[in-house]
């Protein structure tokens, strides 16, 4: 099952960064987290396995210079303490402290987009298309 809520996500920006796949609805901001590193971690072991470079990906778009090891593990690590990631998730949190349980997560009452779209958007994610987003992310 994919997590998706308008709520949470209000745009197409926030669906990509935040969509996870996971069994059941998260309840807490803590949970989801977890999900979005390890949504990070399959995104980085896709695109080696699709012959893509993590790093000079991530050098690209998010204009930083990478040290590290080539582990999918520190790649990961090193992307979801990033500067842009955690202003990223500060948003996420923000959201889920202003989360209306009264108001079914598939509302468009909050903005956002219908299931069938945002199933799209996250079946079409790759890791590029990530750091893509995540570099124009502005916290608004």
Avoid: C
């Avoid at 080539?70 to 955690?86: G, S, W």
Wanted: hydrophobic share 40%; glycine share 2%.
């Amino acid at each position: 099952m994919i997590f998706f809520n308008n709520q949470l996500m209000p745009s197409d920006s926030n669906a990509t960064l935040f969509m996870v796949s996971n069994p059941i609805p998260f309840e807490n901001f803590e949970d989801h987290e977890t999900g979005i590193f390890i949504r990070l971690h399959n995104l980085i072991a896709w695109s080696m396995e699709e012959g893509d470079d993590p790093i000079a990906l991530i050098e690209e778009y998010l204009e930083t210079v990478y040290t590290d090891s080539r582990t999918v593990e520190e790649i990961a690590n090193f992307l979801m303490y990033h500067d842009k990631m955690q202003t990223a998730i500060w948003t996420l949190k923000e959201n889920w402290s202003k989360l209306d349980d009264t108001v079914p997560d598939s509302s468009l009452m909050y903005g956002g987009m219908e299931k069938e779209e945002a199933v799209q958007i996250y079946a079409d994610t790759t890791l590029r298309r990530y750091l893509e987003v995540l570099s124009r992310f502005e916290n608004v």
